[in-house]
């Protein structure tokens, strides 16, 4: 997949419920940056994402990061849109603290295995 262009590259990796609701999830295991307290989120992924958030709705994507927050598409376009972008243009560079917690987001490990 890495090698072609299809946006189905960028197509969420899990669809699960929460409580009644459909949901989208995209694992991003590389998060964060080792070096800085930024995620680095490609360009690409974040206009893929905006786009199967628009085309699916009302069925939210959440970005899952390796340390196990969350940000959704449009949360990282709306922290960026004003904000240092990487020298290439190909990333958005987004502050670690901005991210949600899973639980805050997910719910309890309680309250999921019910």
Known sequence: MRRTQSAL??????IAARGSDLVTIDAKDRMPSTH??????SARTVNAG????????????????????????AEILHYTVHALR?????????NSHQAHPF????????????
């Open 103 to 114: 639980d805050e987001v997910f719910g309890p490990a309680t309250a999921r295995a019910a």
């Open 50 to 73: 905006l786009f199967f958030t628009a085309s699916h709705a009302p069925t939210p994507l959440y970005y899952v990061l390796g340390d196990m927050r969350v940000l959704t598409p």
């Open 9 to 14: 590259r960028q197509f969420p990796d899990l």
């Open 36 to 41: 800085t307290s930024r995620y680095a989120l």
């Open 86 to 94: 990487h020298r290439s243009g190909a990333y958005h560079l987004v």
